[in-house]
Structures are given as C-alpha cells and as structure tokens.
C-alpha cells in the first residue's frame, strides 16, 4: 500500500508570456514544480511521477529532485495527462493527483486527503469561493450543500444554474490505484473544450458506488495555481509572509515582516534582529543575538553568536564566528572563514580568506586568497595582490602583524609575527617577524622650489 504522487506539468502557460516553461518560474528561489515536489517527498511517497511536455528537456534539466518522468506530447486534457504517469501504478496503492503549478499546498492537506482514501471511497479538494469563474463545480445530491458529491462541471459546460454553485473544485485528488486504473479508460471527450476531463472521475467513482469525500485547506492560497506573473508575486508574498511569521514566533525580531526574504532555509538562534530588506539565500544560519543591519544579502552564510552585521552587507558562502563586527558596506565573497571578534569595516572585499580571533580590516581594502591569524591589524587601502595575470598566490600574515594603510602586499608573500609594514609599501619579498619593512622611496623636500602662478 504505497503512496505515489501524480503531479501534472504539460501546460504550456501562455499567460506567462515566458520562454521559461511556467512549473520553473521561480517561487523563493526554487521552481514551482520543486515546491510540489518537496511537499510530496515529505509524505514519504514511494514514487512521484511528473507528465511533462511543454518544454520537457528543460524542466527535467532544472529539477534536482528524484522523480519519474512521463511524456504528454499533446496536452488532450487532464484525464489524458494522468493517463501518461501510470506506470508502475498498483491496484492497491493510494495514489495523489495534482498539479505542478499550484506550488503552496500544505502537505497536511495533502495528507487529509490521503487518510480519507479506502477501496470505497475517494477524496477531492474542494473550497467555497466568492468568485469561483473559471473552477469546475462541485456538484452534489439534491443540490444542496450537505449533499454528496455526484460530480464536477467545468466552468464552459455548465448551466446557468449551475454556474452559480460557489463551492469549486481545486484539482486535487486521492484515489485508490484500481479506480484510477479502471475509471480513467472510461473518459471520453465528448464536452465544450473536446478535452479528457479528469474532472469525469467524480461521476465515474460515483456510478461505481464509490463515494466522494471532500476536504477543505485551512487556507485559500493552498489552493492558488500560478498562471500569469502577477499571480506568481501574489504567491510569492503569501509565502514569504508565512516565512516571516515562522521566524518571529521562533524568536526573531523583524522590523518589517514584508520586507525579509528567505529564498531557502533560514535556521536561528534566540533574539536575533533583523532590520528590513535582509535576503537570505540558499542554506543560512544566524546564531543568538546576531543583529543584522538594513539592505543586507546572505547566500549560504553562517553567523555566530553575538555578531553584528551593519548595512549594506554582502556576504556569500562564508563562515562567521562569534561577536564579529561586519560592515557597513562589506563584502565577503565565498570562502571567508572568520573566527571570533574579527573585524571588517566599510568598502572591504574579503575573498577566500582564513582570519584569526580579534583581528582587523577597517577600512577600504582587498584581502583575497589570504591567511590572517590572530590580532592582525590591516591598515586602510590594503591590498593582497593574489592575481599575477595567470594564476592566483596566497598572502599570510602572522599573529599581531601590522599593515600600514596603502600597501600592496604581492603574492605569494609572508609577513611575519609582529611584523609592522610601513605604509605605502610594495611588499613582495618576506616581512620578517618582529621588524618593520618598508619599502617606500625616501621623502625629500626641495627649499628651493617655486609654485608657478599663472602667466597673465
Ligand atoms: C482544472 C479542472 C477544474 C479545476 C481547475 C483548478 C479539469 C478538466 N478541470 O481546470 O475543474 O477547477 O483545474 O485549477 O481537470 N495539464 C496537463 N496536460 C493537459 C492539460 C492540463 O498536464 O493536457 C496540466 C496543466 O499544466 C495544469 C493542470 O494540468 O498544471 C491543470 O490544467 P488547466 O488547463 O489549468 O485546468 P483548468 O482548465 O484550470
Ligand atoms: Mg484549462
């Protein structure tokens, strides 16, 4: 009795107006289809099948996650696109039907609908709406609201009468494998859009004394499908809401809720504060008491304890140790390991570099391909020259080494414990430990120079 997924994905989504087949425009960073996908995975489905045909190549290129693929070539319906992800279905199996552009159903709902499935009876995703143009009816006994459900009118084949029904279907459906084996042949396409209406299950399982139980999403968006952009950015914020909602009843203050995206996971410690427009992207960690500045952007970064991230930060695949104090206007570029109370001010670019316990780079500089250890104080306008046109060197500098603002330090290149480099100097040689190097040209003044004045 396993559980397998249906997820259908053909639709070509025109009202995208988009090269990108639709189930890949990006909701938080990650396709439509994954979403889908994920909530699938975590009702440990035994297998999970994706029908595909507008753009099949790319979608099956960009998706990340394990699952089977199947064909429609030609989009003849929904009932037709189920028809092409049977393989491998079993007559006991309880099988879920759904859709690759409705990306935020909860997997709660979908397990309601899984738990309701016996040989007798089927479930179907049903919600009262205001305005349900354009969803297929819910039509029940009697025609009245606690009636059972005999079936499901599209939008284009109902009456008048029918029409008025509020209550609409929003596609999904749970199943035993034998129905949806013996009853899916049974569809034909004799209706207004001369499509294989899948929707003809209901009054099929129904004529086969299989009754219909309808369950409800705690919340409308659940149901919400992605066919143009702007209903792309209405999902986009439901969900970045719920994301923000997450956080601050974990323990994170937020000044603007509306204004944090999390484009992949965020996980945190307590009392973490957050000024607006934060980007976190990819897997992030913020430790206890991390205060994070305005403007800032975070891609697969971790932050220790007691951190203080300024504004206007970007900081990308690095590590941060505890009580640091970053920016405004830092960028840490990947592979910054920083360990505690290490300190970069304003303008400076850090790339790929190793940086000991309380040391220092203040002010505007460039430290790539390096290795700092402990209490290093780099002066203002600093640069590791690590490029020599071809290949990248690395520059390290020992425990309470001092740079003097302005130097280049070319490498490959050691300065030693201690050290002190003289500013403005061009280090290319060793600067030894405990003596100071300073290679910059001897300053003379010349008593005999005039200022010229302008000739009239
Ligand atoms: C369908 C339902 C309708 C329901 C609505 C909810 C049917 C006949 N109707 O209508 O009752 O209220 O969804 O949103 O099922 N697809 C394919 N291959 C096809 C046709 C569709 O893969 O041949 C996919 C689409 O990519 C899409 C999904 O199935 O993800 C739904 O198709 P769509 O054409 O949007 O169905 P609706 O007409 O909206
Ligand atoms: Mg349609």
Redesign the pocket.
Known sequence: MAIRLII????KGTRMKSQLPKVLHPLAGKPLLGHVIDTGLSLNASGITV?I?HGAEKVKQSIEQNVQWAM?TE????A??VMQGLEGIQDDDTVLLT???VPLTRASTYQKLLDVVTDSCIGLLTLQMDDPT???RIIRQGNSADGDIIG?V?QKDASPQQLAIKE????VISIRGKWLLSLLQQIGNDNAQG?Y???DLISLAVENKVSVQAIHPDDAWETD?VNSRVQLATLERVHQWNQAQTLMEGGVTLHDPSRVDIRGVLTHGTDVDIDINAVFIGHCHVGNNVSIGPNCTFCNATIGDGTTIKANCVIEDSVIGENGDIGPYARLRPGCEFDDNVKIGNFVEVKKARIGKGSKVNHLSYVGDAELAENVNVGAGTITCNFDGANKHKTEIGAGAFIGSNSALVAPVVIGANATVGAGSTISKEAPEGQLTVTRAKQTTIDSWKRPVKES
């Open positions: 259908l994905a053909a639709g029908v045909g429609q989009q003849l319906g929904t037709h696109a859709y690759g552009d354009g969803y297929g499901i599209e609409g279907n929003c596609g499509e209406y899948l929707t499908g």
